[in-house]
Nanobody, 122 residues
Framework: QVQLVESGGGLVQPGGSLRLSCAAS????????MGWYRQAPGKQRELVAS???????NYADSVKGRFTISNHNAKNTVNLQMNNLKPEDTAVYYC????????????????WGKGTLVTVSS
């Protein structure tokens, strides 16, 4: 299967920056896209940003112009540079990958990391 490990969360003041990283490992055959979702207390999980293996990106309206997603296909990693952070960005951020695995190269499945907490507060 595929394991995703996030890093880079923490406490930051409003207006500050953080960089989240996620590394995928396991019996990966092909990764089609990777992305970041977040879930704030009492709210549903929502897409923050995603990027395909071809480099196409998609951002939530609330983060456009502030967050930048990037990937490194050969290393199976994805990063999220978050600038001008706001208190409403406080949430647990989850890494996601859509991938196929060795031995089952037909079915594309969703894989999730355990999450990393981002707190924006003064």
């Amino acid at each position: 299967q595929v394991q995703l490990v996030e890093s880079g969360g923490g406490l930051v003041q409003p207006g500050g920056s953080l960089r989240l990283s996620c590394a995928a490992s396991g019996s990966i055959f092909r990764i089609y896209s990777m992305g970041w979702y977040r879930q704030a207390p009492g709210k549903q999980r929502e897409l923050v940003a995603s990027i395909t293996s071809g480099g196409s990106t998609n951002y939530a309206d609330s983060v456009k112009g502030r967050f930048t997603i990037s990937n490194h296909n050969a290393k199976n990693t994805v990063n999220l540079q978050m600038n001008n952070l706001k208190p409403e960005d406080t949430a647990v951020y989850y890494c996601n990958a859509e991938a196929t695995v060795v031995g089952d190269t037909i079915r594309v499945k969703n894989y999730w990391g355990k999450g990393t907490l981002v707190t924006v507060s003064s």
